[in-house]
């Protein structure tokens, strides 16, 4: 098993993308990607992960606890590629 098979196996750097709305009253949606910076899933269930901008590279969440259930590990397959590009559009006329 891998890291993108199984959350708990995340690591700090690895991009994330979210997979529901949950945190929408904190300004991230489905599709928005952070990156980890502290894996706590075997201690409290959750990764702690920052939230930028990626075309002003400005904070929507700086520091966000993620239950490990709401997110999956970003590859470097085409599809996530695809998606990495979408979440930058999201931006671009911002």
């Known amino acids: 098993m891998n890291k993108y098979q199984n959350n708990a196996l995340v690591e700090e750097m690895d991009d ?3 997979l529901n709305d949950n945190y929408a009253d904190k300004g991230l949606f489905k599709g928005y990607i952070g990156e980890v910076m502290e894996n706590l899933i075997e201690e409290r269930g959750f990764v702690v992960a920052d939230f930028s901008n990626p075309i002003k590279a400005e904070y929507i ?5 993620i239950q490990k259930e709401d997110f999956r590990v970003l590859s470097d397959s085409l599809a996530d590629k695809k998606l990495v ?8 006329n911002k």
């Open 61 to 65: 969440q700086p520091v966000m606890a």
């Open 16 to 18: 994330i993308i979210l």
């Open 85 to 92: 590009k979408e979440f930058k559009d999201l931006f671009r």
